[in-house]
């Protein structure tokens, strides 16, 4: 087991690397420059001549890309051009709070959306099913920040339940968890659902049937089970869309967390910043994916079996 | 001379299957209310977007500033009110149909031919191909997809067409994979080795066996994606990543609309339910497809 | 009394469905005691399944439904059982062996805790001694008994429907249900399976539904056989009475369409024609259609039921005037 994972995480190096060379290369295209930039409007032409020197900037992308990986292995991620100060130190800060966010989030989807698509399922074409699907429907339609913005106005504003934004205590954190796992939540739903489906209409589960075991042990026992090894694959992936999620319930609900950063980092074009963002996103979102086909591995032993 | 005739027949008969499969899969997407309702909602869209200038006045009504009646609430001349530039709301977001539509569609064509080449070369030929283009898209996936769109449009600049770059390019991947899953599923099978046993060329085989038989997952994903485009859009205007003001576009109208929702929130509500009830539509359209094509639920 | 296992009257099933009405089964009778195995033979889509699930009362209802007919296990009226008596009667008083040993498997279980579940809801014994009984149960089957923490997809298709063989036994049930069991294997390992099915049936001293539409299988294990189609027996007899002396012109076609291979160069006899439209089944006669011998009567009267002893009769209107006549074999 140990030796999968291993694997696994080797075989991650290089699609890192790949991540951090591509975002490397996109954000290279951007246009204007970046010295003139950081000095502002009454900076000399040798200033900036001086200051694109020492940043390196006249090298070859390529180079610039290889001193910017050689500077990561240590863990330096350079300076923000708007504070100047360490990247890495920032974004340590705040990455706790978006995990926070998003942790909660997902915690939140899988303990609401498991159930409601067992239900779902086992009660097929009944009002809670229909009325549960269109529900889980909406809930994919709705963009995150619209609904941010709607339960700010419902709960915030007009009733004064929670705060309207900042990271103040529990109840800050309610709102903007919420906002995140709409979405999510109903996309495991539907998968739980439609996953189960296709379980209970398998031959084993005719065999549990003869055997005489009781109807909710076959639910859970033998149908759950084989359910939520697809419906594990989508809890991952979901993730990943909160992640990208947590840009735009951050902006809304002014949570300090990277994906906030992220945003006014592009709005301050503090290269640096957005490039060590996105590379803790990718990390993040990379684990998450190994995590996942680990516990894959330990559900399902026909693949335990290929990784021994 | 027996011969020619006979394999005529069998053309024919190919003929005709075709046309009552597709019969068949309207008769049982009709079938299905929800999906009615997506098509529905989504031909009213699609109408708004067309007929745009008949129904608003793009000058008059979404561009002018008109500091004298602004935030106003709804009312008979102004269906869902002013904005905060005292622009008619209702002529912005019928105008802002275009640009949603126009996006989604541009960018998912994009991923679509894009990732559906790729992904039907690496399904075909398989082994070291394969193997190089999945590990190139790997690396693509390993971002979420929105801050990829995101990375790139503030990389490219902030404007219509590096949107739908942007948006397109971030759903290639999944496109490649698609394809490359209905290619392999469907490139062992017998009627494949009879073409290449009569010497076909490969592309041929591709584009007139492989593709035509794995086109129904195909589509239901382009439809979902649409979906998630047009989402991807507002999402990325509402950061300030997408198309500029004074361009109307539902994303923008909701982050230029956030200051004001404690007393003036119909400046957010209709705007967004613009963008649910889009989203909506194709997501019920995509759902009744998958259902319609799927041969099991017979 | 005690002797008498199953006890099957005027059987009626139909699936309600969106395209109309399926006339499954039309009204069988099936009488089954100790130790004897009954064959049900017939094409796909003769009920033959129908009939097993609902003996379990495993039919999928909606959109199956038993319109008439009783069905008596030993004496009990199923149908009137509440949902947990039936989970005692089923694996408990009948088991059932499904067709596909490939799929019929849970495939996050082991094995041995498949079985074992059958025992313990059963038995009142502790877990242990489930896991214990468990193990002898696949010995029984002839899998060594240390497999028992593997998983079905470690075993090869033959392997798997033994270990679906001794989680139906494992309870000792005095009716087993075999939905073709053998079909889905290889011809070598079904005679192996076959074998051991004798074999345990003769300990068990179970009565046994042997569902085929193989009459080799038949031949090798059934005392009695039933011809199943469109939902009626259409001739019934013992062994000896339907392979010896065949009455109904469909089973005469069954026997023919089995290749000669002692004249391997003689054409194949098929029987021409598809079975009916369950969802329009004909006035008269299902068979009429596809019938060598049919008549003018035979499109328009059901045939009746014509007894030529004890254990064999069959449904054909070519003996209700003449009980001599002789098909052409």
């Known amino acids: 087991m140990s030796k999968y994972i291993l694997r696994r995480l080797l075989m991650m190096i290089p699609v890192l690397l790949g991540v951090t060379f591509l975002v490397f290369f996109i954000i290279s295209l951007t246009p204007g420059d970046v010295a003139s930039m950081i000095l502002g409007n009454g900076a000399t032409q040798e200033s900036i001549i001086a200051l694109r020197e020492e940043m390196g900037l006249n090298d070859p992308t390529i180079v610039q890309y290889g001193s910017y990986m050689k500077d990561l292995l240590t863990g330096d991620m350079g300076n923000s051009y708007s504070t100047g100060k360490a990247v890495s130190g920032e974004i340590a800060q705040r990455f706790p709070n978006t995990l926070k966010l998003t942790v909660s989030a997902i915690i939140l989807s899988v303990l609401i959306s498991i159930p409601i698509g067992v239900i779902s399922a086992t009660r097929q074409y009944s009002l809670f099913d229909n009325i549960g699907m269109i529900v889980a429907l909406v809930g994919i339609s709705m963009p995150s920040f619209w609904v941010g913005l709607i339960l700010i106005i419902a709960f915030s504003l007009n009733l004064g339940w929670f705060p309207s934004g900042g990271m103040e205590g529990i109840m800050s954190l309610i709102l903007p968890a919420f906002t995140l796992a709409i979405a999510s939540t109903a996309s495991i739903t539907r998968t739980t659902r439609s996953s189960m489906l296709e379980v209970v209409r ?60 992220m945003v006014e980092s592009i709005q301050r074009k503090d290269t640096p910043m957005i490039l060590g963002c996105i590379i803790v ?28 | 001379m027996s011969t020619n005739v006979e394999v005529l027949s069998a053309e024919e008969l190919l003929k005709t299957k075709k046309r009552s499969q597709s019969a068949d899969i309207w008769k049982r997407l009709k079938r299905s209310k929800t999906a009615v309702l997506g ?73 679509l031919s894009i990732g559906g080449f790729l992904g039907a070369v690496a399904g075909y030929y398989g082994g070291k191909i394969d193997n190089m283009i999945m590990r190139v898209l790997d690396v693509i996936l390993a971002v979420p997809t929105i801050l990829l769109a995101i990375t790139i449009v503030a990389s490219l600049g902030a404007n219509m067409l590096n949107l739908m770059i942007a948006v397109g390019i971030s759903n290639i991947p999944g496109f490649a994979r698609i394809v490359r899953a209905s290619v392999l599923s469907v490139k062992d099978q017998e009627f494949i080795e009879a073409a290449k046993a009569i010497g076909a060329k490969d592309h041929v085989i591709i584009m007139k066996h ?89 | 009394m005690s002797e008498n296992v199953l006890d099957i009257k005027d059987l009626i099933i139909q699936y309600h469905t969106e395209e109309g009405i399926v006339e499954a089964v039309n009204g069988i009778n099936i009488n089954l005691n100790r130790g004897k195995t009954l064959g049900l033979v ?288």
Not at chain 2, 210 to 224: D, E, F, W
Not at chain 2, 233 to 247: C, D, H, K, M, R
Request: with cysteine; proline share 5%; aromatic share 8%.
């Open chain 1, 202 to 261: 398998q031959d084993y589960i005719n065999t549990a049937k003869a055997k005489g075991v009781s109807r909710s042990v076959v639910i859970r026992k033998h149908a759950l089970k084989n359910a939520l090894i697809p419906a594990i694959t989508v809890i991952g992936l979901e993730f990943g869309v909160l992640l990208g999620g947590a840009v735009l319930t951050e902006t809304v609900f002014s949570w300090p967390g990277i994906g906030r950063l």
């Open chain 1, 281 to 308: 996103f990718a990390i993040a979102f990379s684990l998450v994916n190994l995590l996942i086909d680990i516990l894959y591995s330990f559900i399902d032993p026909r693949i335990k079996a290929n990784y021994k």
């Open chain 2, 39 to 111: 098509i529905i909602l989504i031909a009213t869209f699609l109408f708004m977007a067309v007929a745009a200038p008949l129904i608003a006045d793009y000058q008059g009504e979404a561009l002018k500033m008109n500091v004298r009646e602004r935030l106003q609430g709804p009312s008979a001349e102004h269906f869902f009110g002013t904005d905060e530039f005292g622009r008619d709301i209702f002529a912005r977001v019928v105008y802002g149909t275009r640009i949603s539509l126009f996006v989604g569609l541009i960018s998912v064509s994009i991923a």
């Open chain 2, 210 to 298: 492989v593709l035509p038989n794995s086109m129904a997952p195909i589509i239901v994903y382009a439809t979902l994606k649409v979906a998630t485009a047009i989402m991807a859009t507002a999402s990325l205007s509402f950061i300030g990543l997408g198309v500029q003001p004074p361009t109307p576009e539902w994303g923008s109208m909701l982050a230029g609309g956030r200051a004001y929702i404690r007393d003036q929130m119909y400046i957010v509500l209709y705007p967004g339910l613009a963008i649910v009830l889009t989203v909506l539509s194709l997501n019920l359209i995509g759902d009744g497809l998958r259902d319609a094509l799927d041969p099991k639920l017979k």
């Open chain 3, 42 to 329: 017939g094409e796909t889509g003769a009920g033959k399944t129908t009939t097993a699930l609902s003996i379990m009362r495993l039919l999928q209802s909606p959109p199956g439904k038993v319109m008439q007919g009783n069905i008596a296990l030993e004496g009990k009226d199923l149908l009137s059982l509440t949902e947990k008596e039936l989970e005692k009667v089923r694996g408990g008083l009948v088991s059932m062996i499904f067709q596909d040993p490939m799929t019929a498997l849970n495939p996050v279980i082991n094995v041995g805790d498949q079985i074992a579940e059958a025992i313990l809801i059963h038995q009142k014994v502790t877990q242990d001694e489930a896991k214990v009984k468990a193990k002898e149960m696949l010995e029984m089957v002839g899998i060594p008994g240390a497999r028992m923490e593997e998983y079905p997809h470690q075993f090869s298709g033959g392997m798997k429907q033994r270990v679906i063989i001794a989680i139906a036994l494992s309870c000792s049930p005095k009716l087993l249900i075999a939905d073709e069991p053998t079909t889905a294997l290889d011809v070598t390992i079904q005679a192996q399976v076959l074998e051991l099915m004798k074999e345990l049936k003769v300990k068990f001293n179970m009565a046994m539904i042997m569902i085929t539409h193989d009459l080799g299988v038949v031949a090798e294990v059934c005392d009695d056989v039933a011809i199943m189609y469109a939902g009626r027996i259409v001739e019934q007899g013992s062994l000896e009475d339907i392979f010896r002396t065949t009455k109904h012109p469909y089973t005469e076609g069954l026997f023919n369409s089995i290749p000669n291979i002692d004249d391997r160069k003689s054409d194949l006899i098929p029987i021409k024609g598809l079975m009916s439209d369950p969802y329009n089944l004909p006035e008269g006669c299902s068979f009429c259609d596809r019938c060598n011998y049919a008549m003018s009567i035979c499109k328009t009267q059901k045939p009746e039921k014509v007894h030529f002893s004890d254990t064999h009769f069959t449904e054909c209107h070519l003996y209700s005037e003449n009980q001599e006549f002789k098909l052409k074999g």
